[in-house]
Antibody
Framework: QLQLQESGPGQVKPSETLSLTCSVSGDSISSASYYWGWIRQPPGKGLEWIGSIQYGGNTYYKPSLKSRVTISVDTSMNQFSLKVTSVTAADTAMYYC????????????WGQGTLVTVSS | EIVLTQSPGTLSLSPGERATLSCRTSQSINSYYFAWFQQKPGQAPRLLIYGATNRDIGIPDRFSGSGSGTDFTLTISRLEPEDFAVYYCQHYGTSPYSFGQGTKLEIK
């Protein structure tokens, strides 16, 4: 059974880099059939697609975030990662990792999420 | 960017009643790339419907999706206590992929 587990610091200082990892169990991240992605949700607000990656290196980012976001895969650890640079309070959110098929924006499976607060 | 507008913002119903949730897109989309999610407090969203009409694995048949073009509907035929939650629609056909703002389904 597929399980996704986010991990990373719960607090990041403004202007610094947010780094999160999603550990995948129950499936291989090397499968070309899937898109491994990130979606976030500010407290009390709606959902925002950040980006996704396919094994082989194809990456897809929300245009408004593209200059600050990098998603990468580590096949040896069966995990993928998110980096967001130059964070501000607006980046405070619950961050979910996801797996989807058929589209870079699809999200059939979700991790439980991890809350990241941007604060000094 | 395609904007998804959900209505109503809040829907107050009783268990056993029928719920009808709407999602309208700012331009016509391919229904193959349209989904509905359910989110309960403190939990991650859960995929209910993909391709506008297909229930995900394990989703009860009281949930059904319909629609095409710019107008989509999620119907819950008879509400169970566990159905009271926030529901989001999403299109995932062309970037940037976006979600509606959500409909809160609350117990009347």
């Amino acid at each position: 059974q597929l399980q996704l587990q986010e991990s990373g610091p719960g607090q990041v200082k403004p202007s610094e880099t947010l780094s999160l990892t999603c550990s995948v169990s129950g499936d291989s991240i090397s499968s070309a059939s899937y898109y491994w992605g990130w979606i976030r949700q500010p407290p009390g607000k709606g959902l925002e697609w950040i980006g996704s990656i396919q094994y082989g290196g194809n990456t897809y980012y929300k245009p408004s975030l593209k200059s600050r976001v990098t998603i990468s895969v580590d096949t040896s650890m069966n995990q993928f990662s998110l980096k967001v640079t130059s964070v501000t309070a607006a980046d405070t959110a619950m961050y979910y990792c996801t797996r989807g098929v058929s589209s870079p924006g699809a999200a059939g499976y979700w991790g439980q999420g991890t809350l990241v607060t941007v604060s000094s | 960017e395609i904007v998804l507008t959900q209505s109503p913002g809040t829907l107050s119903l009783s268990p056993g009643e029928r719920a009808t949730l709407s999602c309208r897109t700012s331009q016509s989309i391919n229904s193959y790339y349209f989904a509905w999610f359910q989110q309960k407090p403190g939990q991650a969203p859960r995929l209910l419907i993909y391709g506008a009409t297909n229930r995900d694995i394990g989703i009860p048949d009281r949930f059904s999706g319909s629609g095409s073009g710019t107008d989509f509907t999620l119907t819950i035929s008879r509400l169970e206590p566990e159905d009271f939650a926030v529901y989001y629609c999403q299109h995932y056909g062309t970037s940037p992929y976006s979600f509606g703002q959500g409909t809160k389904l609350e117990i009347k």
